[in-house]
């Protein structure tokens, strides 16, 4: 029994992935924070495609949830593999430095830093056992090329560019590989107050990215199809900047 795990599978991307991978025949872990009401959504399309899908709640940046929830379920059981994580949770507080308070800070962080260290910890072991598993982590543009007033959301996801390129280095052996996605403007609740009009001049697709179009790059890497690529970071930003 095949399980993908998928966190911030709520809504917007990490949605799509989830759908993609259905598609795909795995499983479905659906993790978010707390809308419950836009998971329900995820977990209706996921079961459409008839595959299992599951609903599991948790803040990834809390280690004791991490460890209560995700732990919990994957000792009581033993006989299901996941063998797909993708580390897609994430928010942003943008702010200039100088105005940034502690909790924008460490909560940016918490969530796509220390969020990929709590999940990625529980389900590795396994897949070294196994000898096969697919990591993909939903960077972004901004921790690549660092954005003014993203202080916080741009070293987090340097951070983890940087934690994917050494764990492929770690793991490569065992037949796992770990590959980031870095997305540019995709639209979505997190780019809902953003003017596409006003970006779009500067992006060469002259448009805002689908989840869609993330979800394709993230199944290929989540795929056997991208056997011979590990320790990447593939932008996905209609040209923006690479
Ligand atoms: P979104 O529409 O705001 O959805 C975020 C999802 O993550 C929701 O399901 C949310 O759960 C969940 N989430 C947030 N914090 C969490 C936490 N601490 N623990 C567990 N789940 C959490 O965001 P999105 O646009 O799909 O973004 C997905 C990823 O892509 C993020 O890492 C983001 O940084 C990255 N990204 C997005 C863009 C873009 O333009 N959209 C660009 C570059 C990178 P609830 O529904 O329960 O709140």
């Known amino acids: 029994m095949k399980y993908a795990l998928i966190t911030g599978a709520g809504r917007g991307i990490g949605r799509a992935v989830a759908v993609k991978l259905a598609e795909m025949g795995y499983n479905i872990i659906i993790n978010y924070k707390s809308n419950t009401e836009e998971a329900n959504k995820t977990l209706a399309l996921v079961q459409e495609k008839n595959c299992e899908g599951i609903l599991m ?24 593999t996941i063998e797909v994580l993708v580390n897609n949770a994430g928010i942003r507080k943008d702010t200039l430095l100088m105005w940034m308070k502690p909790e924008e800070w460490d909560s940016v962080i918490d969530a796509s830093l220390n969020g990929f260290y709590n999940v990625t910890r529980l ?3 396994s897949m070294l056992l196994k000898r096969y598993g697919k990591i993909v982590n939903v960077a972004s543009l901004s921790g690549l090329k660092g954005m003014a007033g993203q202080v916080n959301y741009s070293s987090a996801k340097a951070g983890l560019i940087g934690a994917t390129k050494a764990l492929a280095q770690e793991v490569g052996r065992r037949g796992i590989t770990v590959n980031v996605v870095a997305p540019g403007f995709i639209k979505s609740d997190m780019t809902e107050g953003i003017n596409e009009a006003d970006f779009k001049k500067m992006i060469p697709l002259n448009r805002f990215g689908e989840v869609e179009e993330v979800a394709e790059l993230v199944a290929f890497l989540a795929s056997s199809k991208s056997s011979y690529i590990t320790g990447e970071v593939i932008s996905i930003n209609g040209g923006l900047y690479s």
């Open 57 to 80: 709640p948790f803040d990834v940046g809390n280690r004791t949830q991490v460890d209560s929830t995700l732990g919990a379920w994957i000792e009581q059981n033993p006989d299901k």
């Open 123 to 125: 389900l590795i072991n």
